[in-house]
């Protein structure tokens, strides 16, 4: 298992299997990440890795979309296009 923490949600930490969503953990847990669609499609998911980038699966299209080359350098992800391999820390708003 692995632990997630959402910091802006008052630094709640979740355990989660490996190789889990991070949206659908923050559904599942109650980690407060907002959304709209789920789907890699609207952005609202937009989320910085504070702790832990290292633990997450390589930056996929749909994101590119959404986020900069700059964005991606400092972090930021889509939630719903995320896949955690080990303990991260996240952000958002």
């Known amino acids: ?3 997630v923490t959402f910091v802006t949600n008052d630094g709640k930490t979740v355990q989660a299997p490996e190789n889990s969503n ?3 953990v923050s559904l599942r847990e109650q980690g407060g990440i907002p959304f709209k669609c789920g789907g890699g499609i609207c952005g609202t998911c ?3 890795i ?3 980038q290292e633990h997450t699966d ?3 299209k749909k994101e590119k979309n959404h986020l900069s080359e700059e964005d ?3 972090g930021y992800r889509l ?3 995320t896949f955690l391999l080990g ?3 996240v952000a958002w708003g």
Do not use: F
Request: hydrophobic share 35%; net charge positive; glycine share 4%.
């Open 50 to 52: 504070e702790e832990g």
């Open 22 to 24: 991070l949206l659908r």
């Open 46 to 48: 937009r989320c910085r």
């Open 87 to 89: 303990n991260v820390k």
């Open 79 to 81: 939630a719903c296009q």
């Open 58 to 60: 390589p930056v996929k």
């Open 1 to 3: 298992m692995i632990e």
């Open 72 to 74: 991606i350098e400092q």
